[in-house]
Nanobody, 120 residues
Framework: VQFAESGGGLVQPGGSLRLSCTAS????????AGWYRQAPGKQRELIAS???????NHADSVKGRFTISRDGARKTLYLQMNSLKPEDTGVYYC???????????????WGQGTQVTVSS
């Protein structure tokens, strides 16, 4: 499966962005999915996930500001990011698989990610 993330950019603190992720095949229809962030000098971390049935979880660092969702056709994964902070800066990736794999991050491959920079 290949993933393609888009929607990143440079935004001022307090601003908003919406990230999108498309995947080859129908993985979003049959698997859980997640958004990950890799901040400069830090390890990649899971920040939001959505189960196959649609229940969502968000990391404490983004709860109340970020929202993960899928489109009705389950072909695109989104991350709506509001009230952005400088510490949200990083490369954002998506992936999909079993719930335990979302946590272990033991995926066969990753997309190129999309850069988000929050700065005045």
């Amino acid at each position: 499966v290949q993933f393609a993330e888009s929607g990143g950019g440079l935004v001022q603190p307090g601003g908003s962005l919406r990230l999108s992720c498309t995947a080859s095949g129908t993985i979003f229809s049959i698997a859980a999915a997640g958004w990950y962030r890799q901040a400069p000098g830090k390890q990649r971390e899971l920040i939001a996930s959505i189960s196959r049935l649609g229940s969502t979880n968000h990391a404490d660092s983004v709860k109340g500001r970020f929202t993960i969702s899928r489109d009705g056709a389950r072909k695109t994964l989104y991350l709506q990011m509001n009230s952005l902070k400088p510490e949200d800066t990083g490369v954002y990736y998506c992936n999909a698989g079993r719930p335990e794999t979302l946590v272990s991050m033991d995926f066969e491959s990753w997309g190129q990610g999309t850069q988000v920079t929050v700065s005045s």
